[in-house]
């Protein structure tokens, strides 16, 4: 089985979707299915506006056909709804191929905090965007259900993973801040909150690990805090096992790799109870979800970091990309056992 992945989301951007499909495309193989990917790299692109880290692509419905045409996948999978998932949509539906989407990002709330754009217009939009696809794929029974409530249609979980070699607890601390260490990992922009964990009255040392338009701001105004800028691979895993607890003041999050990622490294989690914490951290016992965040991350101090190492075990990529297969398989009516080349009449 071959299934061509469609992003605005790619490398050398740092986020959740792009771990995903990057997990996604290792771990395919071992079901005999290959990923292909369409993204930026393939267009020009220009800056977003307020946001220059992310490039916006210039798709074309000409090049995204060839390329459709050239690699002859079984499905097409729409992962963002940027300009190439826009147009990855538009070409397919034209010509009849087959295709699924995901739904990774609240764009409604995320807009809302950045401009006055009611969103229940926004929502309408993605609704029309998502509808017309042959499933879309959540990432957690919370998102689902919201999204049911909204009008969609066809919805199907998969869940993520997290790479338990890379991150695991350390026996010894890499870095060095005076304990207890408050940690905070993700994007630096208004949407996540971070404000929220930055104006905390907490002992001990906050640490945040991340970039985006609001660092400088947040930076200058909270002096306090270590601003250590984006950490990859083995140097963010000893960030994680530097730390006591991972605050997580996102209220805008579908799931939160980073969640699962700092469970794995021993690290109880502090959050709102909100879509995200909810789905990931539940009744396990492995965080602390609460109104008032400062008392969660207290509280989190209690949790003990062998239970949440155990509890992060149960989420791999292996299974993550088992479901995001049979979804595609079963959204287009494929038995796992005599997957067909969909879009072998339509090339």
């Keep these: 089985?071959?299934?061509?992945?469609?992003?605005?989301?790619?490398?050398?951007?740092?986020?959740?979707?792009?771990?995903?499909?990057?997990?996604?495309?290792?771990?395919?193989?071992?079901?005999?299915?290959?990923?292909?990917?369409?993204?930026?790299?393939?267009?020009?692109?220009?800056?977003?506006?307020?946001?220059?880290?992310?490039?916006?692509?210039?798709?074309?419905?000409?090049?995204?056909?060839?390329?459709?045409?050239?690699?002859?996948?079984?499905?097409?999978?729409?992962?963002?709804?940027?300009?190439?998932?826009?147009?990855?949509?538009?070409?397919?539906?034209?010509?009849?191929?087959?295709?699924?989407?995901?739904?990774?990002?609240?764009?409604?709330?995320?807009?809302?905090?950045?401009?006055?754009?009611?969103?229940?217009?926004?929502?309408?939009?993605?609704?029309?965007?998502?509808n017309s696809s042959d499933g879309t794929?959540?990432?957690?029974?919370?998102?689902?259900?919201?999204?049911?409530?909204?009008?969609?249609?066809?919805?199907?979980?998969?869940?993520?993973?997290?790479?338990?070699?890379?991150?695991?607890?350390?026996?010894?601390?890499?870095?060095?801040?005076?304990?207890?260490?408050?940690?905070?990992?993700?994007?630096?922009?208004?949407?996540?909150?971070?404000?929220?964990?930055?104006?905390?009255?907490?002992?001990?040392?906050?640490?945040?690990?991340?970039?985006?338009p609001s660092r400088a701001n947040l930076q200058s105004r909270f002096p306090q805090a270590h601003f250590l800028g984006t950490r990859t691979g083995k140097a963010l895993a000893d960030v994680y096992a530097s730390a006591d607890v991972f605050v997580f003041p996102s209220r805008t999050d579908t799931f939160g790799m980073v969640i699962l990622e700092a469970l794995a490294c021993g690290l109880p989690v502090a959050a709102f109870p909100v879509m995200g914490p909810l789905d990931v951290i539940g009744k396990s016992g492995c965080g602390c979800l609460d109104t008032d965040l400062r008392r969660a991350a207290l509280a989190a101090l209690q949790v003990r970091r062998e239970e949440c190492r155990a509890y992060a075990l149960t989420f791999t990529w292996r299974e993550s990309v088992r479901q995001f297969l049979d979804n595609t398989r079963r959204a287009h009516g494929v038995q796992a056992e005599a997957a067909r080349p969909l879009l072998a009449n339509t090339c």
């Design 1 to 130: 089985m071959r299934v061509l992945v469609a992003t605005d989301a790619w490398r050398p951007q740092v986020n959740g979707v792009v771990r995903s499909l990057e997990y996604l495309a290792s771990e395919a193989p071992s079901f005999g299915a290959a990923i292909d990917f369409l993204t930026p790299s393939d267009f020009r692109t220009v800056p977003l506006p307020g946001y220059r880290e992310i490039r916006l692509a210039l798709a074309s419905a000409g090049r995204i056909e060839r390329a459709i045409t050239r690699m002859r996948p079984d499905s097409v999978h729409i992962a963002t709804e940027g300009p190439i998932g826009w147009m990855t949509r538009y070409v397919c539906q034209t010509r009849g191929y087959p295709f699924t989407t995901s739904y990774h990002t609240r764009f409604p709330e995320y807009l809302a905090a950045r401009l006055p754009v009611p969103p229940k217009w926004s929502y309408a939009a993605l609704r029309r965007f998502h």
């Design 137 to 212: 794929m959540v990432g957690s029974p919370t998102l689902e259900q919201s999204l049911k409530a909204h009008g969609f249609r066809n919805l199907m979980l998969w869940s993520r993973g997290v790479d338990a070699e890379l991150f695991r607890p350390l026996t010894e601390r890499p870095l060095a801040f005076p304990a207890p260490v408050f940690l905070y990992v993700g994007r630096i922009a208004v949407e996540k909150n971070l404000e929220a964990f930055l104006n905390l009255d907490l002992p001990g040392s906050k640490v945040v690990v991340g970039d985006g």
